[in-house]
């Protein structure tokens, strides 16, 4: 791991889950846990796919729940939905699940949020393929510390993929400091 003289360490969690993976013998029982939560996530995607879709696509079918918290309401489906749980193409919400979402938890294709799920991810504790973030996780990281299979950050971790860090830099394949 390379680190400047003097400098504190990055986030510790990325930090071990970085190192974790870069031992192969040890990646196993680290990967497991991972799977099970990937493999229910996606089986719990692949269960509301079909209403998503069905809302999605049928603009004349939209729905708004009289129950209002602070002017919005509680639960919103269709092409263009706003709530506080809102699920369509372009959702807008607490809780946003769409196509392109905006929200405290956004999950979908493109999402901003303070924690987005999704393909390409902007925002706090960003979780995608492409996550971009103050803290960001993914297969392409980019943020003041991130984590994922290419990270570029202040702090980087890659566990075995390349990491590029301005004060730290961890990565398997190849470290690099910035600057």
């Known amino acids: 791991m390379l680190t400047r003289p003097g400098s504190t360490p990055g986030p510790a969690w990325m930090r071990n889950i970085s190192d974790s993976l870069a031992n192969p013998d040890h990646a196993h029982t680290i990967m497991m846990p991972f799977w099970a939560f990937f493999l229910v996530y996606m089986l719990g995607i692949l269960i509301l796919i079909h209403f998503v879709t069905a809302v ?9 729940s009289s129950t209002r918290i602070a ?4 639960f919103s489906y269709g092409s263009a939905a706003h709530g506080i749980i809102a699920i369509g193409i372009r959702a807008t919400g ?13 999950i979908g294709g493109v999402t901003v949020g303070v924690i987005p799920i999704g393909g390409v991810s902007l ?4 979780i995608a393929g492409v996550a971009i973030g103050w803290r960001a996780v993914g297969g392409l990281a980019v943020g003041h510390a991130a984590l994922g299979g290419l ?11 390349v990491a590029y860090g301005s004060v730290e830099a961890s990565g398997r394949q190849r470290e690099h400091l910035i600057g």
């Open 56 to 64: 999605a696509f049928s603009p004349q079918n939209a729905y708004e």
């Open 71 to 74: 002017g919005l309401p509680l």
């Open 94 to 106: 607490v809780i946003a699940i769409g196509a392109l979402a905006a929200g405290f938890l956004a």
């Open 123 to 126: 925002g706090f504790l960003a």
């Open 151 to 161: 990270a570029v950050g202040k702090y980087a971790y890659a566990g075995n993929g």
